[in-house]
């Protein structure tokens, strides 16, 4: 894979004054993506800008931070026909901007909650064999490639790593990773931003239910039904079970960012998935739901199917669940994304139109728990265990007077509180 080389790049930016105005990008300036050939500076649904720094020059120890910059420079300076040099698909991007060339700083890594702004996928190892993965499904699934960490190093030790970032945890699976406890807390303990791990919930982590029980992290799962039979079918896995006892563990931490994902395929197009999933989406009760299609890779395209069920979906949660849901493909620059976002509002105006849940203030929705009700639950939680406890039955013994004092003075006081 071709990367930037350093013998074209400062000297055609050198000739700009600071009031030409300049194509460039946020991402270019600011981003980064660990992939599994190095690291680029976004990847934007299924297009990757070009390499700025590759797997081999990163294990090699040969990257520098100015390496890095002169690197962003070539591209810019190739993106606005300043030199030669790959754009990749830059240059048809909808988050391509123009702007005077004095407000344009390759300097910082970081420093914007872009979306997917620091995304990680720098390995592909998973315990999951889904249809619609192209790793998967090409044999790609590779354990680490790289020190990711030794490139935030570089900026962080020049005094150009910034926060308030939005970073995509992502691969692979994420629980399989051995250095996964390092580097989520090198980005927590650095306050690099808003961290979003997605992880498909098979395997219980320790790390992640801690994190989530602090807030501290974005939990998103992709569940995609609410049937174990589709769940099996579209993942080649029978991890169902786990998964939602897993994702029950997770939202018992009582954390307010545990985001469940649909992602629409052909064998999830059905009716029974669509409801199987809102009901799941009621007894889980997660903080948001994404839906996005199966990515269209190569010539592919998305589906008219797709899109009507991504709106009855969409139109279903808003309705009965509450909530509304978030498409998460909004960000990505690709024509073939911003035809799906136009596709997709007009689906969604149409469902809308027909009513199909009633009138407005005819639709029924059951009620989230308010504070007070979850306060309620735990300390009846706490209750139970300490009243089955060997040291509650050591001092006050079954059939005592003792026993007696105590259920009486409980029902006058904190059980008639948790009772109202």
Known sequence: MKTFTQTTTIAPLARLKP???????????????????????????????????????LNAGTVTYEMVVERRQALIAAINGLAEGDTGPCLTCANLVERPFKDVDLSCLGGE??????????????????????????????????????????????GKLRGNNWIDFS???????????????????????TVVVYSNASLFSQTIHDALKNDRIILTTSLDTGLASTYAKIRRSDTFPKVIRNLIRY???????LWLKYVICEENRTEDDLWSFVLTM???????????????????????????????LWHAI???????????????????????????????????????????????????????????????RVRGALWQSSLRKRWIPEGSARRQRVINLYQRTLGRLLAE
């Open 19 to 57: 009031d030409d105005v300049i194509k460039t990008c946020n991402y270019i300036e600011k981003g980064s993506c660990f992939a599994l050939d190095g690291v680029r500076s976004c990847v934007m649904g299924t297009v990757n800008a070009p390499l700025l720094v590759s797997t081999e020059e």
């Open 113 to 158: 909650p872009l979306t997917a702004g620091m995304n990680i996928q720098y390995y592909t190892a998973c315990n999951q064999r889904c249809i619609f993965c192209c790793f998967a499904q090409s044999g790609q699934l590779i354990k680490a490639q790289y020190d990711m960490l030794e490139f935030l190093e570089l900026f962080r030790k020049a």
């Open 171 to 193: 691969g692979g699976e994420p629980a399989m990773l051995k250095e996964f406890d390092k580097v989520l807390n090198y980005l927590l303990d650095h306050n690099l931003g």
């Open 251 to 257: 939202r018992n931490t009582g954390t307010q960012r």
């Open 282 to 312: 009621l007894a889980l009760r997660p903080n948001k739901v994404l839906i996005c299609p199966d990515f269209p890779y190569g010539d592919r395209e998305i589906p008219e199917a797709t899109v009507t069920f991504a709106a009855r």
């Open 318 to 380: 808003e309705q009965l669940v509450g909530l509304t849901p978030v498409d998460y493909t909004t960000d990505f620059g690709d024509p073939k994304w911003i035809k799906y976002h136009a596709d997709l509002c007009a689906a969604l105006g149409k469902v809308r139109k027909e009513k199909p849940f009633g009138k407005a203030g005819e639709v029924q929705r059951l009620d989230y728990p308010g504070v007070a009700h979850v306060v309620q639950q735990r300390i009846g």
